[in-house]
């Protein structure tokens, strides 16, 4: 699993890809891509929704939808379902895969590996995801 940045670390980056990309800076905003940098779980936006308010400004549940969504379209955030559950959201934007655990239910970067496809496909995305019981769990 790949660490996350430190708080101050990630200040830098997110002024800095706010600018390159367009993207109005908020403090709701700088908040969810701060927590989705430091933190290494891929959190969903309700559990991102508490995060932020119970650390740093209020906010609802409508702005989180609607800030992640400007993320997402910015290209600073990737989104991804597991299962058909809810959305997670990852700022991790190196490809790499994804572990669930079936016990505790966290969900940890792979390092990357390809796999090979036959050629007279036309892949346009791909995703792989292992399940098993995590080292915590273990």
Known sequence: MKSRISPVA????????????????????????????????????????????????KASRATVYNTLNALVGAGLVKEFALDGKAARYDANLEAHHHFVCDVCNTVEDVEWFDIPLPAAHDVRSLEVVFRGVCAKCK
Do not use: M
């Open 10 to 57: 990630a200040s830098e980056l997110i002024t800095r890809a706010f600018q390159q990309n367009g993207v109005r800076p908020t403090p709701q905003r700088y908040f969810v891509l701060e927590h989705l940098l430091c933190h290494p779980e891929h959190a969903t936006a309700d559990e991102l929704w508490a995060s932020i308010n119970k650390r740093h400004a």
